[in-house]
């Protein structure tokens, strides 16, 4: 059978591999990133309430009404920034839908799309399906700082496209204000337009908010900006995403998501627009859960032999593994399921070749019982 050689050639994802694996042996799974015993109360009886009540045919292909006027509200609250919630704000099925109407909706074949790596596993593939070649930029471990060099070197007349995922997967970096000018400046220079996958903007530590790049001068008219309800919420499995940017970059946007989803559920749409309006207590204990819980983590994996990297956002540490006497990431994920019953990700997945393979990314977004049992393990 003949198919497509960009999807038929990738195997599974790294996430469903080691999630099948960890259920196998019964293993503490701190690899796929998705939060345990977060999910709020009000949020999951909003639902209830939206899905008993109806309706169940298939709500505005932008989304419904509450839920853009949600989002507009949110962006002004957290960020300032003024939205036409009936023009530049669409609800989609994840982020990583909003990803794919972005690049199906933004690329014509020949295009050049910078991305930094470590990257979200489905950047590539989709870029590459649409027709678009992906500018590599690495950034440097243990800070992940970013070689501005080379970003301002990959850059050039074929540039249509930047994505910026911040706070990071799975570095868990936060990009300061110097990096996001600088990365500003390339993207006016080059007339280009940023796609900023900014699902864990909540998910920030340590006092440090979250910048989103579209508040930038002269951002606003070139930047998509994308976020999740799955992360904001700790609840991954609904697939409620958002997009929003200027209506003109948005339509092309919309286009492709007329004919890949069209719509989302409208219970969870409705629930997620109670979500979004709820007041700054939430925002904050959620920050500061999860805060505890990175510390716990840090400081277990540290005391069972990791070099524990720095963590700024996201749900995620990485451990360099070569203390413990590893050097192969895929390896030591493998061999710390069947042999601890703890499963990690091998940082390597994130990278397109020649990656370094001596990181390890845990997920800390789980119950203090499950984070005490995997110290436990680590441990013995
Ligand atoms: N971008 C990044 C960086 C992610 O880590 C994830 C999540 N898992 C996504 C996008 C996809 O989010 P969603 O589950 O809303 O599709
Ligand atoms: N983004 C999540 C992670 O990094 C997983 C998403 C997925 O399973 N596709 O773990």
Not at 169 to 174: A, H, I, M, R, S
Request: overall charge negative; aromatic content about 10%.
């Amino acid at each position: 059978m003949t198919a497509n050689p960009i999807f038929s050639s990738l195997g599974t994802t790294i996430f469903e591999v080691m999630s099948r694996l960890a259920n196998e042996h019964g293993a503490v799974n701190l690899g796929q990133g998705f939060p345990e015993g977060l999910e709020p109360a009000f949020l999951v009886e909003a639902a209830a309430r939206a899905m008993a009540k109806g309706p169940h045919q298939y709500p505005p292909m932008l989304g419904v009404p509450a839920l853009r006027q949600a989002v507009a509200e949110h962006d002004k609250r957290f960020y300032d920034i003024d939205l036409d919630w009936q023009r530049e704000v669409m609800v989609t099925s994840g982020a990583t839908e909003a990803l794919a109407d972005c690049l199906f909706g933004l690329i014509t074949p020949g295009d050049e799309v910078v991305v930094l790596e470590p990257f979200y596993d489905s950047y590539l593939p989709i870029i590459r399906r649409a027709g678009g070649g992906a500018r590599i930029v690495r950034l440097n471990p243990p800070d992940w700082t970013l070689p501005r060099e080379e970003l301002a070197a990959a850059f050039g007349p074929k540039t249509r496209l930047m994505i910026l995922n911040s706070p990071m997967n799975p570095t868990g970096k936060l990009f300061g204000d110097d990096d996001l000018a600088f990365m500003a400046d390339l993207l006016i220079k080059h007339d280009a337009v940023a796609i900023c996958d900014e699902v864990y903007e909540h998910l920030t530590y340590g006092g440090k908010r979250h910048i989103p790049l579209m508040t930038l001068p002269g951002m606003r008219e070139r930047t998509l900006r994308i976020g999740s309800a799955g992360k904001t919420f700790s609840v991954t499995g609904w697939k409620v995403g958002y997009v929003t940017g200027a209506a003109e970059l948005l339509q092309p946007v919309i286009r492709a998501h007329q004919f890949i989803t069209f719509t989302t559920p409208p219970a969870l749409q409705q629930a997620v627009a109670e979500g979004l309006a709820t007041g700054d207590d939430y925002y904050k204990t959620l920050t500061s859960d999860l805060e505890r819980r990175r510390d716990f983590l840090a400081a277990g994996l540290a005391g069972a032999g990791f070099d524990v990297l720095p963590c700024d956002g996201s749900y995620f540490l990485t451990a360099d593994i070569r203390p413990l006497g590893f050097s192969d990431d895929g390896e030591f994920c493998r061999q710390l399921i069947s042999g601890k019953g703890v499963a990690a990700i091998p940082v390597s997945a994130f990278y397109e070749s020649d990656p370094p393979r001596h990181f390890a990314r845990f997920c800390f977004a789980k119950l203090d019982e499950t984070l005490e049992e995997a110290v436990r393990r680590l441990r013995a």
